[in-house]
């Protein structure tokens, strides 16, 4: 008997407004990023660009908020449930969508908006698999996982393509900079129907299928199992390394741009890599699934990272000139974004198989905030007097991502895997 005919229907409408609630809050996340140049422009006399106050703050905010936020979100959500956990960060994201539109032209405003945004952001990503372990059987939810990563990936390429189309991000052309308040307004109007959606259906658990909460170990003695367990250590310095490196490029798309020494105004270098995510997020973890397997597609996945990385850090030299540069560094996107992303979602669901009985929000919870951490710290490196040491942090991506593939070949297959495919 297939064990996810026993669960309604209603959880794909679930998923539906989660993924929506999802891309909002990534949208908003990066909506200054891939226009970093016009935004100087547009704020001009504001803040001092060689400072640590400038445009790329407002991406890095996200992390240092992150950073504070992440284990309060994942206790709320332990605590109290999805419904409410799910629900405030959805409030959150309508409340500050709104203040970001009103403010366009204010950057203190925006950046205290961005601030609000930044605390909503936890209580969506840490439910993901709170989310699947309660709605989903268990072969489905790296699926799932893999659903809810495609939301972030479709929040991100949609603020990396269609932002510079409404802000007008090409000197060469009339209105240089201009549309941003008419870009924050139209956010915003996603980011308010989206919360509204959450609130309105999202619920607890199925009541035909009552989540094993009794289970379940408490907030505490939760995190000192997960730290407990060697195969969970690994997967954290896998996430410190590969998440970080992705917000890293993510954050600074258009300043890597510019060190190639390429024009990137349509922002393809980083919709290329997104693409590639949502592409890999669909694939591969329908893949693990599928063969009820969670080690060999994460080797899979940091193997093919490195050579993503490699192409990128190195297109400039690589190629003849900047024409060739863009297109080795499109292509190197796209791989990139392939595997890396897709190892997001595989990751969050082997966390949370291999540190059972430990409440799923506070692993996940634990992995994005090592992401977060090392995202941050390589963004306030890269961006320091003016960019000036963005080329040798590339390099030292290249060394990174190969670090991190040889650590996953000491991964352990997933126990609830093992078990799953003897019965």
Known sequence: MNPAANYPRYRYLLLAVFMLATIAIEIQWLTHAAVARPAEAFYAGQFNSDSFFNIDFLAMLYMLV?????????????????????????ALLGLFSLIKAIFATNYLGVVLAQTGLAIAQPFLLNAVTAFSARWFALKERALVAGFLSLAQYLGIIISMLVTPMLVGSDPGLPGYGSGFEKMLWIYAAFSVLSALLVVLFMKEEPGNIPYRVNEKTSFSSGIRTILGKRDMRLIVVLFLIGLGIFNAISSMTDSISEYLGISDSDGLVGGFMLIGGIVGAIILPLLSDRFMIRKPFIVICLAGMAPGVTGIALAGSIGTGPEQAYHIALASSFILGFFVMSAGPIGFQYAAEVSFPSPESISQGILLWVGQLTGMILVAGMSMKNNAYLGGFMNVFIVMSFIALLISIFLRESPAMNKARIE
Do not use: N
């Open 66 to 90: 992150f950073l504070v936020m992440s284990f309060p979100a994942s206790y709320i959500i332990d605590k109290y449930g999805i419904k409410t956990g799910i629900g405030m960060g959805a």
